[in-house]
């Protein structure tokens, strides 16, 4: 064993050991889709004394964590995200309307001194200025109307507040305030102010005003002397409160108020129950995906195959501690990119391992240690393919993680980590795994056993019937053009079914303890005042309903039709997006579709040249479209998660892309001043085991992901399914046909008559042959 093999075996198994270590001490943080609970994300507002800006929001987000802190929820999040927005997840909440209440309100508590009743009976409730000597004219809590000077104390020095029940007195709930130094002082000067007014009269009441309603205005009680005031600096604000309207208050006072005002604009509340079905299901897919991914490649080769399975497990547990280790938030998108980047990590095993072949069949007779020989330069020739292609994986990550939101960000995250350990995977843990078989006598002398040795029967069949591709390459393109024209004749008959968080609204599942037929469920509907929605069921007791941006009175009307048809109904799940964010998720989405494409193009022009860049974008464009027609016909849903899927799908396209240019750029530069199609007919010839075999590991996942993974993530699978089939074809019969296009007319003749010798690529130079 190598000097480099030892190194790489020790570096694998220490971080094998740390990765199981981090695994078994530490848990993971799940997502609200996954534990069930509530997510809301707030927009802040300006306001006439403050502007929603960075530090408002900072300041919101501590008022905010202040509340959340006082509701008892386990674990929640608060966070500022971008400007003016504070995303909040609360765990176990899945009844939102009170959390959203208290979250919402301003909490905007001033003490007035009471000037009188006003004279006029229109009711005016704002100031007449915007001065600080101005009146308020407001109603109070028995109905009536109260003028009131200007605010002698505000919230800011409350020190405490906390409801409590008098049951001796029968005074009911009322909540008890206890002020700061200075505070106390004004309390006791506005309070001694208003004793000097005779008992009975309406001067001598102080109001207590939150957010401009007055809660309580309690009269001072006759005992206290004009100018001494209540010296105790405490008070009781008494209102005839329920329990849970003084508990509300309470801490809507002890939080503090909120600098600016804010608004619900986006609310996700998913049950418990979904999130325990989705886990498992995952699971599922994952463990039969993954399973018949091994049992592939251990076929196909055979001992090293073997030994990859194993070094499939270990990315497995590697990804799964570096996600613990960081504390990324698994959420069910985020899951559904764990297990298909285990399909992904396939790729890499079998780019050295069809590279290794082809290196044995050429060493084969000619050196003494053909295997080692042909392992070491098949991982060698291999490493900058891998390179190339998972970068432009990398930079899909990054666009979902950057311009996406909530669930598709952990889906960014998960997918970028699953790609760095794959490398890590293939180029450490399987090289050090089969260098070490390779050095065993057994392994070889019988070339069936390794794997290495054998041919395969894709590379088999095409070497016997030697296909001519490419003689009309533009039959090709007009082939693509015409699934492309039928995917936006799709777009423009059917149009897009675009989602709640492209157009606002919201969307609601529900769970029934008998069938409900659609039919059944949409005239109960309408009956109920809701002609406008739309019904769908996934099965005979699931049902979603998808309304415009209705109320919780709505959606508990809602509830109450179905349960009429279907006896005990479950709601468990509730996404309201509001049409701002609806409006800012298009404008993302277009964003990170240009900056794709941007992106690909010009590290595809650094690593190759103009030609190979410009095909590989075509084909990916080709793919986007295509997957984007098929959605169109089917009619389903275009959301945020088949935003994630169709960046996912970008990033594969120009994986498969790549693939073949570095063929065709290794082929083209060993005979200077050939023609192209020679050397492109032979690259792609040379890289279908690789994309068949790498296809096969992405599809054994996805089919699982489809067929157990549950209704969350069926489109989501499907989606990938059709992004993987397109991208396979367009990244052969539409990327190559275009590069060929593209040399021809910037000769001025076909392609077999082009003479120029080809542009090497930066980074690495054209030297020994330009090995990829």
Known sequence: MTRAT???????????????????????????????????????????????????????????????????????????????????????????????????????????????????????????????????????????????????????????????????????????????????????????????HPPQDERRRVAIVLDEKVISSPQVSPSVTCGAGLPSGTTQITGSFSADEAKNLALLIKGGALPVPVEVVEQRTVGPTLGAEAISASARAAVIGAGLTALFITCVYRLFGGLAALALAGYTLISYAALVALGVTLTLPGLAGFVLAIGMAV??????????????????????????????????NARTAVVDSNVTTLLAAGLLFGLGSGPVKGFGVTLAIGVLVSMFSALVIARALTEMAAGSRFVTDFPGVNGIGLRGRVRTYLTRRAPQLFRRSRRWLGVSTVVVALAVLGVTLRGLNLGVDFTGGRLMEYTTSRPVGIDTARTALADAGFADAEVTT???????????????????????????????????????????????????????LGIAVGAQLLYLAVRFRWSFAVASVTAMVHDVVILVGVFAWLGRPIDGIFLAALLTVIGYSVNDSVVVFDR???????????????????AVLQTVPRTVNTGMGALFILTALAVLGGDSLRDFALALLIGICVGTYSSVFTAVPVALEMESRRKGSGPRRQRQRPKPGRGRAADNGARV
């Open 6 to 196: 030892t190194v790489r075996a020790v570096l694998a198994a220490v971080v094998l050991l740390v990765s199981l270590f981090v695994t078994l001490t530490m848990s993971p943080r799940l997502g609200l889709d996954l534990q069930g609970g509530t997510r809301l994300v707030l927009q802040a507002k300006d306001s006439p004394t403050a502007k929603a800006d960075r530090e408002s929001t900072d300041r919101t987000v501590e008022v905010l964590r202040q509340r959340i802190d006082a509701l008892g929820v386990a674990e929640p999040t608060v966070t500022r995200s971008g400007e003016d927005r504070v995303l909040v997840e609360l765990p176990d909440v899945t009844d939102p309307r009170e959390a959203a209440e208290v979250l919402g309100r301003t909490a905007q508590l001033t003490f007035h001194p009471v000037l009188g009743v006003p004279d006029d009976a229109a009711p005016d409730p704002r100031p007449e200025s915007e001065s600080e000597s101005a009146e308020l004219v407001l109603p109070d809590e028995s109905g009536g109307r109260l003028r009131l000077g200007a605010p002698a104390l505000s919230g800011a020095g409350v020190k405490d507040a906390r409801a409590e029940f008098d049951g001796q007195r029968g005074a009911g709930w009322s909540v008890s305030l206890d002020f700061r130094d200075d505070a106390s002082r004004d309390w006791t000067r506005l309070t001694g102010e208003a004793a000097c």
């Open 538 to 592: 996934a099965g005979e007791r699931e049902l979603s309903v998808r309304t415009g941006d209705t109320g919780d009175r709505a959606e508990a009307a809602i509830r109450d039709a179905l349960s009429a048809e279907g006896g005990a109904t479950t709601k468990v799940r509730d996404d309201l997006i509001g049409p701002s964010l609806g409006d800012e998720l298009r404008r993302h989405a277009l964003i990170a």
């Open 347 to 380: 790729d890499a095993n079998v780019l050295a391992f069809e590279r290794a072949r082809e290196e044995y069949a050429s060493r084969s007779g000619r050196t003494s240690r053909p295997l080692r020989s042909a392992l070491a330069a098949g991982f060698r």
């Open 664 to 682: 065709v750029r290794e082929l083209w530069a060993r005979r200077p001043g050939s023609d192209l199609l020679p050397a492109a007919r032979a």
